[in-house]
């Protein structure tokens, strides 16, 4: 079966911290993205990328940035926490024109 | 711009009765149209997909029809479980190499012995 796995599954910061969440596959997928899951709002991309190295900005990617070294790992960075980045964090991974994504378990992240 | 729309929930039901959970997108092109399920404190899990027109998805009881005409991707299932009580999201693909998802806001289905 195919695991992504999310480092945290719950996280309490401080306003100003830096944060990282860190997202790994085991499956030699190229696709890996980082959603933002809100009540009422749905799934939001905030970063995906199709390759090492290779990022590419979603739909909210602002205060957010990401870093793709390895193939298997996908990390999200929150430079300078903000209350209103508390939210569930989804990592997701696919491997190219299967149509079949695959998410971790989500990191939930308050900012206090 | 390409968007998704479900109608909103919480969706209540008693067991054995007949769900339908609608979804219409709105795309420039030739979407993939998917639904996930997501169980509680879980991520999602892919749940069924269509990549065409008039391509039916299928999954533990669950269908959609993917429908050019209306635009539309509604789920349904003949007799749903206290087991099935998720939150579902229909989503829309356009792209083939990057498989980035647009997904509706999600409808919360609670079913009740």
């Known amino acids: 079966d195919v695991k992504v796995t999310q480092s945290s599954r719950y996280l309490v910061k401080r306003t100003g911290e830096k944060v990282f969440l860190e997202c790994v596959q085991d499956m030699d997928h190229e696709n890996m993205f980082w959603y933002r899951q809100d009540p009422g709002l749905g799934l939001r991309l905030i970063y995906f990328s199709y390759d090492v190295k290779m990022k590419e900005k979603g739909d909210i990617p602002e205060g957010y940035s990401v870093s793709r070294e390895k193939k298997e790992r996908f990390s999200l960075i929150l430079e300078s926490a903000s209350t209103n980045q508390t939210s569930m964090y989804l990592c997701?991974?696919?491997?190219?024109?299967?149509?079949?994504?695959?998410f971790g378990e989500g990191s939930w992240l308050t900012v206090v | 711009g390409d968007s998704v729309t479900q109608m909103e929930g919480p969706v209540t039901l008693s067991e054995e009765a007949c769900l339908t959970i609608n979804c219409t997108y709105t795309a420039t092109g030739y979407p993939s149209l998917f639904w996930y399920v997501q169980y509680p404190g879980e991520g999602l899990q892919l749940l069924l997909k269509a990549t065409k027109a008039d391509d039916k998805g299928s999954n533990k009881g669950f269908e959609a029809t993917y429908r050019k005409e209306t635009t539309s991707f509604h789920l349904e299932k003949g007799s749903v479980q206290v087991s099935d009580s998720a939150v579902y999201f229909c989503?829309?693909?356009?792209?083939?190499?990057?498989?980035?998802?647009?997904f509706g806001t999600g409808t919360r289905l609670q079913v009740f012995p």
């Open positions: 989503a829309l693909s356009l792209s083939y190499n990057t498989d980035k998802l647009i």
């Open positions: 997701a991974s696919s491997l190219r024109g299967v149509y079949t994504i695959y």
